[in-house]
């Protein structure tokens, strides 16, 4: 079997030495015939966008032999070698609008050198024209943009985005002053909230990100797991239940839907890191980088994952939002860190039901979330939700008191800061990361939240009120949303608890057996 890795994503590279290459070249023929296409295509950070880029400027620049025993290889194509112009803002760091134009130029100056050319003009914009029609003399010209908006989601908490902004798409707008001489546009990045205004002048760069016919062209079908890694699997199993192995996979790195009516699709970095570890489950895929300025965003838009991962969102929510006022649900879709679950037609229309897409996504973004809104490390609080779990399977709600008192007397003041958002966001992520150790369900009502879970033995129902509201025990009952359960066998436990919001803790707690 072939090496595999996580760190390389050069194609030419990728092949030349050997690697594994899950082959994604028939999409990239349906992509490039016929000629003077334009495309932009949105998929979250680490899911191969980069070694596509890679892969395209292999094709234009005519490297046959590198596709040998690839789809594309014995495809109707003419191998023929065209100038690519490629611009990759993956690894930049750019802090203001000024620093933006530095890199631009440089950029430019170093495709100029590749080429043999001066660059020609005092301005960026009239720079990449007039250099774009100084190679165009050689055959038509291929643009490829690896992560356009990295400039921009780093910077998109500070006042200069909307600077940054608008110095691109000055610059990408002379690419439809050029466009008779281009053979082909490729445009790729996280998030689609700025891509309409960035290349609104660009009026034929079609969008493919939701295109069903692209929709597994990012990350790896189940058949492609077990086509491509299958020693690999059989390895880690070293005898064990193969099947149970991929289930266990499936239900980690799996779970990534980009349409509707589409396969799901495994983290493709996560795989090969697990694959790399000798099969270590952990999460690979968000230790890479952390949603800091999305955090940011949904603490000052007092954003409530729970009910807005339980209802369903239309369209709309898919599309591109300006800067200034960005929703941050749109921001976790695009960013992958929720994805497709479901669908339901309302008002003639389709809209969508979103969520995490998968263990490590589930466990790994509710400790964060955790993290945020209660100022306990990952480890923290991890430790103090697999107590919660243990008087949980143990059936001791004193202990569990006890540990929900510990835990809330941990958080400092400045961080609960009197707000039920702040309460309603810990509550979100403790309950989905007992759902890592324990069946654990939560569901809203009137923007409280109410929480089930189950363990072997007992079933218990949650019901959390702020300050001097006495209702969540009689509020259960009044509901009854034990009802569902009732011919369940196990033992069902009702536990109202009150926080005091100034204080941070637990103020009353009542608990009692249903008897039935």
């Known amino acids: 079997m072939k090496a595999i890795t996580s760190s390389v994503y050069n194609f030419e590279k990728l092949r030349q030495e050997g690697y594994l290459y899950v082959d994604k070249t028939e999409y990239i023929w349906k992509l490039i015939n016929p000629a003077g296409e334009s495309y932009f295509l949105s998929r979250p950070r680490r899911f191969g966008k980069s070694l596509t880029v890679s892969t395209l400027k292999a094709i234009f620049e005519g490297k046959k032999e590198l596709f040998k025993g690839l789809a594309i290889y014995d495809k109707p194509y003419d191998w023929k070698p065209y100038p690519v112009i490629h611009f990759d803002f993956a690894n930049c760091d750019i802090q203001s609008a000024d620093e933006l134009i530095r890199y631009l130029n440089n950029q430019l100056s170093d495709i100029a050198n590749l080429f043999n050319l001066q660059l020609r003009g005092d301005l960026l914009s009239v720079r990449f024209e007039n250099l774009i029609n100084d190679i165009a003399v050689n055959g038509n010209v291929v643009i490829l943009v690896d992560e356009y908006d990295k400039p921009i989601l780093n910077n998109i908490s500070n006042q200069c985005a909307n600077e940054i902004l608008k110095v691109l798409k000055g ?60 020693d690999k699997i059989s390895e ?71 009910s807005s991962l339980k209802e369903p969102v239309p369209q709309i929510t898919f599309n591109a939002f300006e800067i200034d006022n960005i929703d941050p ?87 609960h800061k009197k707000q039920e958002a702040n309460f309603q966001g810990i509550f979100f992520s403790v309950f989905r990361l007992l759902g ?72 009353g707690w009542q608990d009692e057996k249903l008897e039935r």
């Open 329 to 415: 649900l749109t921001l976790l879709l695009q960013t992958g860190y929720v994805t497709i679950k479901g669908t339901e037609e309302r008002f003639g229309e389709t809209w969508y039901y979103l969520d995490f897409p998968n263990t490590e996504v589930t466990s790994a973004f509710s400790a964060y979330i955790l993290n945020s809104y209660a100022g306990k490390t990952q480890t923290d609080g991890v430790r103090f939700v697999s107590e919660f779990a243990t008087s949980l399977v143990k059936n001791d709600l004193k202990r569990l008191r006890k540990a929900m008192e510990s835990f809330f007397a941990g958080i400092p003041y400045d961080v």
């Open 171 to 230: 610059f990408y707008s002379n690419i439809k002053k050029v466009e008779g001489k281009l053979r082909f546009v490729f445009v790729t990045g996280v998030s689609k909230f700025c891509h309409v205004s960035l290349f609104s002048d660009l009026n034929n760069l079609t969008d493919i990100s939701m295109d069903a016919r692209y929709a597994t062209m990012f990350g790896y079908t189940q058949e492609e797991l077990e086509a491509n890694f299958a």
């Open 436 to 507: 890592v150790y324990i069946e654990a369900e939560s569901e809203t009502n009137d923007g409280r939240i109410d929480a089930v879970v189950q363990t072997p033995k007992a079933i218990y129902i949650f019901e959390f009120k702020l300050d001097n509201d006495p209702t969540a025990l009689s509020q259960i009952k009044e509901k009854e949303y034990f009802k569902k359960y009732l011919l369940d066998k196990r033992d069902i436990y009702i536990i109202g608890v009150n926080f005091d919001s100034v204080k941070g803790n637990l103020v």
């Open 236 to 306: 880690i199993a070293n005898g064990q239940d193969i099947d149970a192995l991929k289930a266990k996979i499936k239900e980690w790195y799996n779970g990534f839907r980009f349409e509707e009516n589409a396969k799901t699709v495994y983290n493709p970095v996560s795989l090969a890191k697990f694959f790399e570890s000798g099969g270590k489950f952990n999460n690979y895929w968000f230790s890479t980088g952390t949603p800091s300025f999305l955090m940011e965003l949904a603490k000052q838009k007092n954003f409530d994952f729970e």
